[in-house]
């Protein structure tokens, strides 16, 4: 669930200190080639995925919790398995660890948290078929990476919802849609009741970004392929769905109409949706992201264990 996070220890001077006398990892300086003098700030290192920095004003380390894990207790750096909340609990707690640092007095100001599902075909499919548009507004970014990836992502302010193809980005035979929503704004991670590290390690959290990912879905249009193509087939429904399925047809008519009119064609859409049967596909990736989570969240004690 929790992936990509970056994290300030309260107090620089003692975590600095620690980070220097015990030496957990190797500090790295910058230096002047020309007169080989080195400079105090930033000092930079890694530890497995983990990127750490001390700079003058502020350290932090960030990188992908999910990896972290799996590097740690099985060997090896990916992120395409589950992570469940235990999981995420002894990763943090291995984190604080090795860096010695206290998870109350410790902020967090970026996280990503998502699920991967498994559609039961290409996600690739979905991604350039079912997946159009996010409240009625086109992606911000839509990538194939060079045939290793299909990804499609809805950028606001504050936070990111993505949605992209897990088992071609690592060449799996599984098809595995990740979802996740990226938060890289503390005020909103502070609205959703995460302030400090140690705010997730508890399962009230997770219910909160739940809440929010689900809120993220919810907006999406998401549509059954075939019905679509049926829509465009039928004259006299052809270019209505052609209009209603276009980005910017709901971009023009948002600055045109009024709100209460704009809102009156938004139900007219959701009524011929549900008249149609074309949203069986995102109720039912609906229901994937429902069991997953309470798979997840419901785990056993046994937090080293391969999550299937």
Known sequence: MIDNIKVYPLDKNRFDYQIETKKPVDLISEYDRSTGEMFEYPKKARYKNLELRINKASSYIRGSLHKYHNMDVLGEEHNHNDFSFCQAKEAIENLCNKFYLNPNETKITNLEF??????????????????????????????????????????????????????????????????????????????????????????????????FLLEQFDELMIVDSNELKKGLKTPENKEWVQAYYNPNHWKVLKDEVSYKVYQRHIRDFENYGNKMGIFNTKEAIGKLLREKFAHLINCNADCGQKVA
């Open 114 to 211: 998502g699920m991967n599902v498994s559609l039961g075909y290409d996600p690739e499919i979905f991604i350039n078929d079912n997946l159009l548009m996010y409240g009625f507004n086109a992606h911000t970014r839509h990538e194939n990476f060079k045939g290793k990836g299909d990804y499609k992502e809805f950028k606001k302010y504050s936070y990111s919802f993505k949605l992209y193809n897990k088992s071609k980005q690592f060449g799996l035979d599984d098809h595995i849609l990740r979802i996740e929503v990226k938060i890289t704004d503390k005020r909103k991670l502070n609205s959703l009741g995460i302030e400090n590290l140690s705010d997730l390690m508890v399962k009230e959290a997770y219910y909160g970004l739940f809440a």
